[in-house]
């Protein structure tokens, strides 16, 4: 097996991914002891930022997950650009930068990621309106055995002798 | 010779399952009663060859015919004879026949004990059951044979792969195809109303029970699969929103939709032309489930270019299905008669307002999992799109839903009083509200924990509000409330305890995200480690062997103020066939709570890398799930729903009032 199936079949962590997948799963070691930076601030921005950061060579799993080689060097590569002194979205940028848009686990906001982004509030609303017309149509047609038509002066005057209402 | 009979048996079943696909069809069409009794027959003798089909394929894992390529490939001799047994679906093609044989099942139950469905309807639905089996007898016998032989045999097997060597294999896999494959009769039934051109209440009344127990069997499905995650996997996470765990996410939100839409159709006759759809998508989704996760398509396209044979196969069944499905629908539907109108503000609109957020979560994890794929499909950029954005777009979503879960079942049908309800429900805001602040008094941040605390404590107490409501609890003697609590409807106990085992999980997912600790830490005999308010100390180290691995393991003194609670002992497995590696994590349950430890690396001088977490109500994550589906069981057992039983032997006036 080349080393890049190796790892991602490592990878693999989810049971149903790896049972259906056939994947060989290995367990997750992910962030290691010595990995961590003495500065608990700084630890928790590179650990925040490690959940938004794919391991490129495994399936759908974060870095801050991963026990992926690859996904090490990551980690390490993120606290070094924060202990260096860089902003959130500059390590992001930076990581970009190197190995593309694959990168991020939440796609920025692009052209191409449009649809996907904007696809739940335009189907909720699509949906809404769907059902705000099928409520005007009903509405307008009125048609319904419960819509309230006006009774006509025959049907007034049949009821009234039904009900004894003009019996003297 | 074994095998060869397994073999021969399923192309028996293909045999009679074409039979059943026409006959009883036709029968149904020209109203010949011989021809459409055909179906009942034909349903259980596919069921008996199945079965025995799959008999042979557990003989061959269980003796360890070698000789069997999937034997070979999936099974070791010196594996514990549960995992033998289990292996026989922890791969590809043995996994198939299990889905036929759940598929066969289903067919043979609807025969035997669907005797009160007319005989038209009862014949197309089963006709339209064995379309499903004979393309998936095809697809098994085409591309994805279980009993191949290897010649000449090989001496040993290759083990299945560690991680699937666990009790989490016996359960996962059947129970999420009990779902997948349960909805298979809800598009059964949906196509074959679209077949006669005709629907009623009475329609949705016989799908309900078998919606029922697919989303009982999927709901157990997913959350077993969750813990098993959990557990296994090394750093306690619990959903992942990996496209495998999507894939049947999906069905369960669109099997939930379609329990409800078909509430109203059952009561009002509204919703038809939806249910309807709802009952196709769901089935799709099912399939989708199955197949786009078998054939690695989720992971990367090229996936197909590995075996174009299945691939192609695969695509050919979903767009007959799915686009078969869609388009009957798309001409038939409009014959179907609109039922019932209804307010805006009735149990319907709620109803309504449900389906509309669950098809729209449905709809965003599908394209959330899809997106990625159809991008590098047609421009060739690749992206990712995880966890992060599944929470930033599906929770939004969910919210608004979870707040209007207790309104619900308190509205009257055709035409509510919003504002009574809300006098109702002000037990369940005032305790919300108190949740929330004694959230925020005692543990202070996040504020968002606050919140969904006090969302849960919503949605809990509005569900037992409606069960107070309705037997007068408090407010008439306590045997006039009993007597009704026991006249109730099953169904009603069912949704009030559907919708408490929702909050419930919520309870869980807020404490494990909002509140949980974790260490990561290198430690050597003797070291101390604390977290939160417990004290942990590295007893050492032991070896020893097992049947087919060796394992390392930690032993960890726990105490709490001093007082040892207990001993953990996390361990790492080493397994030689395969040579990989597992992780067994420790747990400690404490109330609703756990300790979570588990093994990273060990240095050559000694020092082992140590995870330990704090998990604070992570339980109440699945005891949720499985309070959800004790809700569907009763609902299920609920008098008007059980299957092939005689009308209601009680006077119309007995029983309680629609819910």
Redesign the interface.
Known sequence: MCAATMRAAMGARFLVAALLLAGAGAPSYAVQPDEILPDAKLEARARDLSHELRCMVCQNQSIDESDAPLAHDLRVLVRERLKAGDSDSQVVDFLVARYGEFVLLKPRFEWTTAPLWLAPGALLLVGAAALWAALRRRRGSGGGPDAAVPLSDHERARLAELTGANRP | MIPELGHFALVLALAIALVQSVVPLYGARTRDTVLMRVAEPTALAQFVLVAVSFAALVSCYVTSDFSVATVFENSHSTMPLIYKFTSVW???EG?MLLWVLILAVFGALVAAFGANIPATLKATVLSVQSWIAAAFYVFILATSNPFLRLSPAPFEGRDL????Q?F??AV??PM?YLGYVGFSISFSFAIAALIEGRIDAAWARWVRPWTLIAWICLTLGIAM?SY??YY????G?WW??????NA?FMPWLAGTALLHSALVMEKREALKIWTILLSILTFSLSLMGTFL??S?VL?SVHAFATDPMRGIFILVILVLFIGGGLALYAWRAPLLKQG??FA?ISREGAL?LNN??L??AC??VF??TL?PLA?EAL?G?????????FN??FG??FVPLLVAVPFGPLLAW?RGDIKGVTQRLAAAFVLALVGIAAVCVVEGRPVIAAFGIGLAAFVIVGAITDIVERTGLWRAPFPTTLRRAIGLPRSAWGAAFAHIGLGVTLLGVVGETQWGAEQ???LRQGDKVSLRHYDFTFDGTSTRNGPNYRELAVKFTVRRNGEPIGIMQPS?RTFPA?G????EAALMTRGFSQIYA?L??VTPDGAV?V?LYHKPLVLLIWFGCVVMAVGGALSLSDRRLRVGAPKPARSRAAIQPAE
Do not use: C, Q
């Not at chain 2, 296994?232 to 750093?235: A, D, H, M, Q």
């Not at chain 2, 992942?240 to 765990?245: G, L």
């Open positions: 922890g791969n590809h996994s792969n560690p991680i699937l666990d989490g294999l996962h896999p999420l699969g098993w995650a296994t996997l090394g750093w996470g992942y929103w990996d496209p495998v765990e049947s996760v078998r690695g992971t019932g109108l805006p309504v509309l957020f098809t729209t709809a965003t394209v959330g997106y991008l421009t950029a690749k992206i990712s799109v995880g966890a992060p954005f930033a777009t939004p979503l055709k990561i830490v290198s790492k395969r990989m590696s597992t992780t588990s990273g690396e890398a995870r």
